[in-house]
């Protein structure tokens, strides 16, 4: 369930305080980094995320992406292999 604290007034720096127990509950210490998520189907709310969050999102992706290459090359051999038996089998039909 959603939780609301405020509301906060944003600083002549555009800077904003992180409520303690909002901070706590996520995890975030002083010198943590977050990133700010915008969604435009939903413009009247921001997300607040840890940067230790998305790396570890784009980290796994990048291991999958690197585990099935492999697969892609695999593919695409046996597509031109496929290609190779269809010309032999008809040769001039397209």
């Known amino acids: 369930m ?11 720096k555009l800077q904003l305080r ?15 980094e977050l990133f700010w998520v915008f969604d435009e189907s939903r413009p009247d709310t921001v997300q607040l995320v840890l940067a230790d969050t998305v790396n570890r999102r784009y980290s796994i992706g990048e291991d999958v992406e690197a585990a099935t290459a492999h697969l892609d090359v695999e593919v695409s051999r046996a597509a031109a292999a496929s290609d190779a038996t269809d010309e032999r089998r008809t040769p001039g039909v397209p």
């Open 2 to 12: 959603a939780t609301i604290d405020g509301p906060f007034k944003v600083s002549a």
């Open 18 to 32: 992180l409520p303690t127990r909002f901070a706590s509950r996520m995890g975030v210490s002083p010198g943590d």
